[in-house]
């Protein structure tokens, strides 16, 4: 049996039997780990809480073994826990030795980590899954000094991360995430959470009024609900009978209830707030006609590939990795970032073109059963083989 080391940063907790909780995402990841592949052992290194937090509510496998470190979720909050945390990342290779190490990019302080392991001569890779210096470049702010610090703290932690990734094994989830450190990183595998129970085949959606158009995310400024909100409206003024159901938390979320509020009909919007419960979300999908992502800054987003799984037609803006995975036409629409006359035109098409439609709902479907959360994890898997000699698959 091979032990493997898992640093995401991703937040744990921990009940009062000792069980623990994990985000969704991270928790199917873990899951399918433990069903699929138990000749992998799993040590995971958590932010880990007592205080039962709504989006912390995925079971761990009980094979999985927390190694708890200093509660944190954002940078600020790793910070301030900076010296007890490195402590502990340098405590854990002599506590918990592994085979190999996991790492993950952005993830507080990772390459503290990865320097103990290169010093014990323990084999490390890492996943880059976002570009914190171009997300903060473009985020707004009233205090533009605090902006330039933060840019100019992760331009540090990236240019940290190419020196490292010229000694290490790394992979990044998509074309627009490997960019900042090319030539280097050449090798993309798209992520995923999708499971067999995640699938549900329709021929078409857009039969019954009202058409549900479902966007599923964090309600923060880089989503630009905004955006969907106001094409939502364009559409309602020329008599179309659209509703609008937002599934996602944020700070952003009051802002743009009162928007909707503002613009669109009365009882033809609907915000659930997060939801942790898969089987809550898996109806969202499947009732949705319509997926529409209309970011201005993405990775690559999980939620695109789990729309398609449902079989609902995608539209969504022509940014970060979502070019990697929609193919305009075919598997998808994609349109501009804040263009709202674009985005509503987009939707009225697959409304109004059932021959695109289906054809969208039937390659995205097929392209979901190539991402399922087991294919994502061979292909890490057989990357940390030829790269590292590590054999994790036998």
Same mark, same amino acid.
């Given at each position: 049996?091979?032990?493997?080391?898992?640093?995401?940063?991703?937040?744990?907790?921990?009940?009062?039997?000792?069980?623990?909780?994990?985000?969704?995402?991270?928790?199917?990841?873990?899951?399918?780990?433990?069903?699929?592949?138990?000749?992998?052992?799993?040590?995971?290194?958590?932010?880990?809480?007592?205080?039962?937090?709504?989006?912390?509510?995925?079971?761990?496998?009980?094979?999985?073994?927390?190694?708890?470190?200093?509660?944190?979720?954002?940078?600020?909050?790793?910070?301030?826990?900076?010296?007890?945390?490195?402590?502990?990342? #340098?405590?854990?290779?002599?506590?918990?030795?592994?085979?190999?190490?996991?790492?993950?990019?952005?993830?507080?302080?990772?390459?503290?980590?990865?320097?103990?392991?290169?010093? #014990?001569?323990?084999?490390?890779?890492?996943?880059?899954?976002?570009?914190?210096?171009?997300?903060?470049?473009?985020?707004?702010?009233?205090?533009?000094?605090?902006?330039?610090?933060?840019?100019?703290?992760?331009?540090? +932690?990236?240019?940290?991360?190419?020196?490292?990734?010229?000694?290490?094994?790394?992979?990044?989830?998509?074309?627009?995430?490997?960019?900042?450190?090319?030539?280097?990183?050449?090798?993309?595998? +798209?992520?995923?959470?999708?499971?067999?129970?995640?699938?549900?085949?329709?021929?078409?959606?857009?039969?019954?009024?009202?058409?549900?158009?479902?966007?599923?995310?964090?309600?923060?400024?880089?989503?630009?609900?905004?955006?969907?909100?106001?094409?939502?409206?364009?559409?309602?003024?020329?008599?179309?009978?659209?509703?609008?159901?937002?599934?996602?938390?944020?700070?952003?979320?009051?802002?743009?209830?009162?928007?909707?509020?503002?613009?669109?009909?009365?009882?033809?919007?609907?915000?659930?707030?997060?939801?942790?419960?898969?089987? %809550?979300?898996?109806?969202?999908?499947?009732?949705?006609?319509?997926?529409?992502?209309?970011?201005?800054?993405?990775?690559?987003?999980?939620?695109?590939? /789990?729309?398609?799984?449902?079989?609902?037609?995608?539209?969504?803006?022509?940014?970060?990795?979502?070019?990697?995975?929609?193919?305009?036409? /075919?598997?998808?629409?994609? %349109?501009?970032?804040?263009?709202?006359?674009?985005?509503?035109?987009?939707?009225?098409?697959?409304?109004?073109?059932? /021959?695109?439609?289906?054809?969208?709902?039937?390659?995205?479907?097929?392209?979901?059963?190539?991402?399922?959360? /087991?294919?994502?994890?061979? #292909?890490?898997?057989?990357?940390?083989?030829?790269?590292?000699?590590?054999?994790?698959?036998?």
């Amino acid at each position: 049996m091979k032990t493997l080391g898992i640093y995401y940063a991703t937040a744990c907790y921990r009940d009062e039997q000792g069980r623990y909780y994990t985000s969704n995402g991270l928790g199917r990841y873990l899951q399918v780990l433990d069903e699929r592949f138990p000749q992998v052992q799993v040590h995971l290194l958590a932010p880990t809480t007592r205080e039962p937090l709504a989006h912390l509510r995925f079971p761990l496998p009980e094979r999985v073994q927390v190694y708890e470190l200093p509660y944190f979720e954002t940078f600020i909050g790793a910070v301030k826990v900076r010296q007890p945390l490195r402590r502990r990342l #340098r405590e854990f290779v002599k506590e918990r030795p592994a085979d190999i190490v996991w790492l993950r990019y952005p993830g507080a302080y990772a390459p503290v980590l990865w320097r103990e392991c290169t010093r #014990r001569r323990i084999p490390c890779f890492f996943e880059i899954v976002g570009e914190p210096v171009m997300l903060l470049r473009r985020s707004p702010t009233r205090n533009p000094v605090s902006k330039w610090l933060s840019v100019m703290v992760a331009s540090v +932690h990236q240019w940290e991360l190419r020196r490292i990734v010229r000694v290490c094994p790394a992979f990044a989830n998509s074309m627009a995430i490997a960019k900042p450190f090319a030539p280097i990183v050449k090798r993309i595998i +798209h992520p995923s959470t999708l499971a067999d129970e995640d699938f549900c085949l329709r021929k078409d959606t857009c039969v019954v009024e009202p058409l549900k158009v479902l966007f599923v995310g964090a309600l923060r400024h880089e989503k630009s609900l905004d955006t969907l909100i106001e094409a939502v409206a364009s559409l309602q003024a020329k008599g179309m009978c659209v509703h609008l159901h937002v599934v996602g938390d944020g700070e952003l979320r009051t802002d743009w209830e009162g928007l909707a509020n503002r613009m669109l009909q009365p009882d033809t919007y609907r915000f659930y707030g997060f939801q942790t419960d898969p089987r %809550v979300l898996h109806a969202y999908y499947c009732q949705a006609d319509v997926f529409v992502l209309p970011s201005v800054s993405e990775g690559l987003p999980r939620v695109v590939v /789990e729309a398609m799984a449902r079989s609902v037609p995608v539209v969504a803006t022509s940014v970060g990795g979502i070019p990697d995975i929609i193919r305009h036409g /075919e598997t998808g629409l994609l %349109v501009p970032p804040r263009d709202v006359r674009a985005l509503a035109q987009a939707i009225e098409r697959i409304i109004r073109e059932p /021959e695109l439609r289906r054809r969208l709902i039937a390659n995205g479907y097929a392209l979901a059963r190539q991402h399922t959360t /087991e294919v994502f994890l061979r #292909r890490v898997f057989e990357f940390v083989r030829e790269e590292t000699g590590v054999d994790l698959l036998t």
